[in-house]
């Protein structure tokens, strides 16, 4: 089955500088990419998603890249504001079935 | 619209007893699945859904059953339960076809003790 890491675990930044998530998957069949952000006490949101097909998305302070070959996939917050502190979570799906990373809890201060 | 909707938000058990997690979404949505959550472990699969009358197992399936007779609802059923099943357990749901949003409930906190 699908094997997803993800680093760091613990992530903490200061207020305005960029936050780099990064994911690795092992399933070559895996074709789509969300990321996810849960608050405490709530499910998880999806922030962001990348298909197989592109290699790079952007949505206003967040982007993500992918690269398939090396089987690699990156979170970037840039700008970063205490709303951003959460846990993150890459995932990789594939024939329905999600398969997550243990997350990274980002800590942004001020 | 409440979206993906899970029931209770607390639950405490002892061991060997049953109990069923429900689950409803009001999204006409035909994937639904059941995650747990446990430190350090992200969130891992345990059932899931492509339609109504369609079930199949994830990576920890053992001592969980479902079953999906609506397209609404889909229950989650501890038969005996046992403390390794202390966990936070999600719901999810999505349109299903060519990888869309999956819609998280609010999650359901379960300790057996």
Redesign the interface.
């Not at chain 1, 024939?95 to 201060?109: M, N």
């Not at chain 2, 409440?2 to 109990?19: I, N, Y």
């Not at chain 2, 409803?24 to 059932?47: C, F, K, T, V």
């Given at each position: 089955?699908e094997n997803?890491e993800?680093h760091p675990?613990t992530l903490s930044v200061q207020e305005g500088d960029s936050a780099v998530i990064k994911c690795t998957y092992s399933d070559s069949a895996s074709?789509?990419f969300?990321w996810?952000k849960q608050e405490l006490?709530?499910?998880?949101?999806?922030i962001i998603?990348i298909?197989s097909n592109v290699g790079e998305k952007k949505d206003q302070r967040i982007a993500v890249t992918l690269n398939k070959t090396a089987k690699h996939f990156s979170l970037h917050i840039t700008e970063t504001q205490p709303e951003d502190s959460a846990v993150y979570?890459c995932a990789a799906?594939n024939d329905?079935?999600?398969?997550?990373?243990?997350?990274t809890t980002v800590t942004v201060r001020a | 619209n409440a979206g993906v909707t899970q029931t209770p938000k607390f639950q405490v058990l002892k061991t060997g007893q049953s109990m069923t997690l429900q689950c409803a979404q009001d999204m006409n949505h035909e994937y639904m699945s059941w995650y747990r959550q446990d430190p350090g472990m992200g969130l891992r699969l345990i059932h899931y859904s492509v339609g109504a009358g369609i079930t199949d197992q994830g990576e920890v399936p053992n001592g969980y059953n479902v079953s999906r007779s609506t397209t609404e609802d889909f229950p989650l059923r501890l038969l005996s339960a046992a403390p390794s099943q202390t966990s936070v357990y999600f719901c999810a749901s999505s349109y299903g076809q060519d990888y869309t949003e999956a819609f998280f409930g609010q999650g359901t906190r379960l300790t057996v003790v």
């Amino acid at each position: 089955g699908e094997n997803v890491e993800q680093h760091p675990s613990t992530l903490s930044v200061q207020e305005g500088d960029s936050a780099v998530i990064k994911c690795t998957y092992s399933d070559s069949a895996s074709n789509y990419f969300p990321w996810y952000k849960q608050e405490l006490g709530k499910g998880p949101q999806l922030i962001i998603d990348i298909r197989s097909n592109v290699g790079e998305k952007k949505d206003q302070r967040i982007a993500v890249t992918l690269n398939k070959t090396a089987k690699h996939f990156s979170l970037h917050i840039t700008e970063t504001q205490p709303e951003d502190s959460a846990v993150y979570f890459c995932a990789a799906a594939n024939d329905y079935k999600l398969s997550f990373g243990a997350g990274t809890t980002v800590t942004v201060r001020a | 619209n409440a979206g993906v909707t899970q029931t209770p938000k607390f639950q405490v058990l002892k061991t060997g007893q049953s109990m069923t997690l429900q689950c409803a979404q009001d999204m006409n949505h035909e994937y639904m699945s059941w995650y747990r959550q446990d430190p350090g472990m992200g969130l891992r699969l345990i059932h899931y859904s492509v339609g109504a009358g369609i079930t199949d197992q994830g990576e920890v399936p053992n001592g969980y059953n479902v079953s999906r007779s609506t397209t609404e609802d889909f229950p989650l059923r501890l038969l005996s339960a046992a403390p390794s099943q202390t966990s936070v357990y999600f719901c999810a749901s999505s349109y299903g076809q060519d990888y869309t949003e999956a819609f998280f409930g609010q999650g359901t906190r379960l300790t057996v003790v």
